[in-house]
């Protein structure tokens, strides 16, 4: 390489190389063949016109030089990079401008004749030295050895690529060494740079720990520049301080006097950084304003000048700041302001991933409305505080809390306001207990208090729970609406009620269950006799589970009649289930339960099924033509493909879309108004038809009501069935038979039993009526046989 870098950069050095043997002639007259390596070298050092050589090799002073001689010695001295030729003993013979600089000496000519030996340390002169004897008694070149030096003027480091190679003469003896010097610190910086750079985002996408990230950001700094300290602080959770991230080079008694720093417009570099969200340099420390409550601290530790940039979120958010400091006043250059670029870049991506990684995990352990633990965390601190009590024998307690009538809340002012009352709620329990306590929500309104460290006493566990219920009934104030919500709670405590964490939790979730039954607003301590029932309440929903894939269950038919003509138009399908050891149950035995475990989704696709199938199998065998009418529950409507399903359901079974009717309640649809609407007319548009059932039991707005694309009201039982005495009740129906008409609905009473409630009806303009004055649910064969009489 070097050749070709002679060959190609240096030619005049190449002849001047090839043709050193020979200068003689042009100097004095004396041997030639038999000329000794030292004398040709004085010869090169002749012609290089270096006064000191001369004088070095011997030569007198005034030999003349040509001009060509001249401008070669200008221009080597011209040239950037290191050029030196030493002689067999690995004395400087011939160096230029750039050597003499690096090792502090003003001329070249003060080099002449020394050795690495009188200008580096014994151990940097010796690796030199072993180099260069392997290369003059091997003559094998040593290229772009990389060296690591420091500048005699500035005291900054560097880095050489060096090459050197055996100087020859014209019969091929070694008669020296020559070697060429490139500084490549810039670019041996960059490429660690680089390569710091790669280690730290791997460092990063291996989740390693934070702090270990930002010491090896701030280190990557420090080796890129001279007499430059690095720290990074990171902004608190409060928003108003900045705590230790990282300061590797720092005194650790400066980094702890700092850690916790305000962040203010006259708070230091970093303080003040942060809060102006911009670069601050500060070049003085001790006559810098910004510094005034922290400038003895920084004489204390020799620091006097710093530079802090914050480090900004990929949103602009500020997430910490980045200082360089140094113990000289002075500005920044521009290579640690391109520096500082980088760092803050890659700062915050490793802040941002940390942020992020702690959320997604807060997020997996706590609940996403009130923030409290979740189910997973709370099996976590439950087996935790379990073990403790192994050890120490106090109790461990488990409270499952169940708000009441918290759907009504939902039904009233929808779900935002639910919301918002649970996480009063939750608040409220959480200043009802210890630290050491734990509230969790497991979902919708049900919430477990974990108790720990009680003494051996019911009594104890008691004075808990009537201050937390007292707490939750406190009235609370909603969108101009007051509530006063009551809870039931069931409480099992370790080890009396069970010995592991499932048990126990499901221990108190019987416990709560007995207090709901019980009559809601109390709490219940667990008992072996309400483990029989939780288990009877699981063993029902198997059975549910079963009933569904054995076709247990079937529907009967309930006609509903025209008021003014007496015909039968339509037919309601009521499930029911012959269940295979308690005979024929109603839905009220089974319903609540399906709904609360998901059950009713394929169950009411199972009924939504059959009713068409049977609809269609009444019209073959040619009977009049009517509407089946089929309840959808909450949970069917919520899902996200039940119009497909009940499109599906049509089409397989043949039946003409107008012969469907569904029947949704009110507070199904106040849930989410909007959402009611669009799913109702993807159906209607295809000719089904929808009712509400139960009207007037739910809280509906007049201006939803209108907008719902319903053809039918229907007016619940409770309201027909205290007709001739409650003239309330006749009000109501009243009212309700006139705001439906005037809304362009048809409105039907159930539960209609007797000739005086008929009349009742008829008298007040009721359009339509069911109930067992007409008859009783039936099987499809009886209800056959009914259309054919009519």
């Known amino acids: 390489m070097v050749d070709d870098y002679i060959q190609t950069q240096m030619p005049w050095l190449r002849r001047l190389f090839i043709r050193a043997p020979s200068i003689e002639d042009d100097v004095h007259a004396g041997p030639s063949d038999s000329e000794s390596g030292q004398l040709q070298i004085r010869h090169l050092a002749v012609t290089m016109g270096d006064t000191a050589?001369?004088?070095?090799?011997?030569?007198?002073?005034?030999?003349?030089?040509?001009?060509?001689?001249?401008?070669?010695?200008?221009?080597?001295?011209?040239?950037?990079?290191?050029?030196?030729?030493?002689?067999?003993?690995?004395?400087?013979?011939?160096?230029?401008?750039?050597?003499?600089?690096?090792?502090?000496?003003?001329?070249?000519?003060?080099?002449?004749?020394?050795?690495?030996?009188?200008?580096?340390?014994?151990?940097v002169a010796s690796e030199f030295l072993a180099v260069e004897q392997a290369i003059i008694k091997s003559g094998i070149p040593s290229i772009d050895m990389e060296e690591e030096v420091t500048d005699a003027v500035t005291g900054v480091r560097k880095w050489l690529s060096t090459s050197k190679l055996a100087l020859h003469n014209d019969k091929m003896e070694i008669i020296g060494l020559v070697g060429i010097s490139r500084d490549v610190t810039l670019r041996k910086n960059a490429n660690r740079l680089r390569d710091g750079q790669t280690l730290v985002l791997e460092m990063i996408a291996m989740n390693s720990p934070l702090e270990d990230v930002l010491d090896r950001i701030v280190r990557?700094?420090?080796?890129?520049?001279?007499?430059?300290?690095?720290?990074?602080?990171?902004?608190?959770?409060?928003?108003?301080?900045?705590?230790?991230?990282?300061?590797?080079?720092?005194?650790?008694?400066?980094?702890?006097?700092?850690?916790?720093?305000?962040?203010?417009?006259?708070?230091?570099?970093?303080?003040?950084?942060?809060?102006?969200?911009?670069?601050?340099?500060?070049?003085?420390?001790?006559?810098?304003?910004?510094?005034?409550?922290?400038?003895?601290?920084?004489?204390?530790?020799?620091?006097?000048?710093?530079?802090?940039?914050?480090?900004?979120?990929?949103?602009?958010?500020?997430?910490?700041?980045?200082?360089?400091?140094?113990?000289?006043?002075?500005?920044?250059?521009?290579?640690?302001?391109?520096?500082?670029?980088?760092?803050?870049?890659?700062?915050?991506i490793a802040i941002e991933r940390k942020r992020a990684e702690d959320q997604i995990s807060f997020m997996a352990h706590h609940d996403a409305l009130t923030g409290l633990p979740n189910r997973i965390l709370l099996k976590d601190r439950l087996t935790q505080?379990?073990?403790?009590?192994?050890?120490?024998?106090?109790?461990?307690?488990?409270?499952?809390?169940?708000?009441?009538?918290?759907?009504?809340?939902?039904?009233?002012?929808?779900?935002?306001?639910?919301?918002?009352?649970?996480?009063?709620?939750?608040?409220?329990?959480?200043?009802?207990?210890?630290?050491?306590?734990?509230?969790?929500?497991?979902?919708?309104d049900e919430f477990v208090i974990l108790l720990v460290d009680l003494a051996a006493s019911p009594d104890a566990i008691s004075v808990i729970l009537h201050k937390l219920m007292a707490a939750i009934t406190e009235p609370i104030a909603i969108e101009g609406h007051e509530f006063n919500i009551t809870c039931s709670m069931g409480v099992a405590t370790f080890p009396q009620d069970g010995s592991d964490a499932e048990t126990l939790l499901k221990n108190a979730d019987a416990a709560m269950y007995q207090a709901k039954n019980g009559g809601r607003d109390s709490f219940q301590f667990f008992t072996p006799e309400m483990n029989t029932k939780a288990h009877e309440r699981f063993a029902?929903?198997?059975?549910?589970?079963?009933?569904?894939?054995?076709?247990?269950?079937?529907?009967?038919?309930?006609?509903?009649?025209?008021?003014?003509?007496?015909?039968?138009?339509?037919?309601?399908?009521?499930?029911?289930?012959?269940?295979?050891?308690?005979?024929?149950?109603?839905?009220?035995?089974?319903?609540?339960?399906?709904?609360?475990?998901?059950?009713?989704?394929?169950?009411?696709?199972?009924?939504?099924?059959?009713?068409?199938?049977?609809?269609?199998?009444?019209?073959?065998?040619?009977?009049?033509?009517l509407s089946v009418s089929v309840n959808v529950s909450a949970r069917q409507f919520q899902e996200k493909d039940w119009p497909s399903r009940v499109i599906r359901a049509l089409e397989e079974n043949g039946l003409d879309a107008e012969y469907l009717e569904l029947e949704l309640t009110e507070s199904l649809l106040m849930r989410n108004v909007d959402q009611a609407i669009a799913t109702m007319k993807e159906l209607q548009v295809l000719g089904v038809h929808f009712a509400i059932d139960d009207f007037g039991t739910g809280y509906s707005?007049?201006?939803?009501?209108?907008?719902?694309?319903?053809?039918?009201?229907?007016?619940?039982?409770?309201?027909?069935?205290?007709?001739?005495?409650?003239?309330?009740?006749?009000?109501?129906?009243?009212?309700?038979?006139?705001?439906?008409?005037?809304?362009?609905?048809?409105?039907?009473?159930?539960?209609?039993?007797?000739?005086?409630?008929?009349?009742?009806?008829?008298?007040?303009?009721c359009d339509e009526a069911q109930g067992y004055h007409f008859s009783r649910p039936i099987e499809p064969e009886a209800m056959a046989d009914l259309l054919k009489l009519r």
């Not at 003993?89 to 000519?109: E, K, L, Y």
């Not at 001279?226 to 008694?253: N, R, Y």
């Not at 409650?726 to 009212?735: G, M, N, P, T, V």
Request: glycine share 8%; hydrophobic share 45%.
């Open 53 to 123: 050589a001369q004088n070095h090799a011997g030569i007198p002073a005034g030999t003349d030089l040509t001009a060509e001689r001249n401008l070669l010695r200008a221009m080597i001295d011209q040239l950037p990079d290191y050029l030196f030729v030493k002689d067999l003993d690995h004395r400087f013979v011939i160096v230029n401008q750039a050597v003499a600089r690096i090792h502090g000496c003003s001329h070249p000519s003060e080099l002449i004749g020394k050795t690495d030996f009188d200008l580096h340390p014994n151990a």
């Open 220 to 348: 990557l700094i420090e080796e890129q520049l001279e007499g430059v300290l690095g720290s990074i602080l990171l902004l608190d959770s409060d928003g108003g301080h900045l705590k230790h991230g990282a300061a590797p080079s720092l005194p650790a008694d400066y980094c702890r006097a700092i850690d916790g720093i305000a962040i203010g417009p006259q708070a230091g570099s970093c303080g003040t950084a942060a809060y102006r969200r911009e670069s601050v340099v500060v070049t003085d420390i001790a006559n810098e304003p910004l510094w005034i409550d922290y400038r003895e601290l920084a004489e204390l530790h020799g620091l006097r000048s710093c530079w802090s940039t914050p480090i900004l979120s990929h949103q602009g958010d500020v997430l910490g700041t980045f200082a360089m400091y140094s113990g000289k006043v002075r500005m920044p250059g521009s290579l640690e302001m391109r520096l500082t670029k980088k760092i803050v870049r890659i700062a915050a």
């Open 701 to 765: 707005s007049l201006s939803a009501l209108k907008s719902l694309p319903v053809s039918r009201l229907k007016i619940d039982q409770s309201f027909v069935r205290n007709l001739a005495h409650d003239e309330d009740d006749r009000s109501i129906i009243s009212a309700v038979i006139s705001l439906g008409q005037r809304l362009n609905m048809l409105v039907i009473a159930e539960g209609v039993e007797t000739e005086d409630q008929l009349e009742f009806l008829r008298a007040n303009g």
């Open 540 to 625: 029902m929903q198997d059975a549910i589970r079963n009933g569904i894939a054995r076709s247990e269950f079937y529907l009967d038919y309930q006609p509903q009649v025209d008021l003014r003509s007496g015909r039968i138009f339509a037919v309601e399908a009521l499930v029911r289930w012959r269940h295979p050891v308690l005979g024929i149950l109603s839905p009220a035995q089974f319903i609540s339960l399906a709904e609360e475990t998901g059950l009713i989704v394929p169950l009411g696709d199972w009924v939504l099924n059959e009713a068409c199938r049977q609809n269609k199998a009444w019209q073959d065998a040619g009977l009049a033509q």
């Open 385 to 444: 505080a379990m073990l403790r009590t192994g050890r120490h024998n106090p109790w461990v307690s488990v409270v499952f809390v169940d708000l009441d009538n918290f759907k009504t809340v939902n039904d009233r002012l929808g779900h935002t306001a639910g919301d918002a009352l649970l996480k009063i709620v939750a608040s409220r329990m959480v200043n009802c207990v210890r630290p050491i306590d734990a509230v969790v929500r497991l979902g919708g």
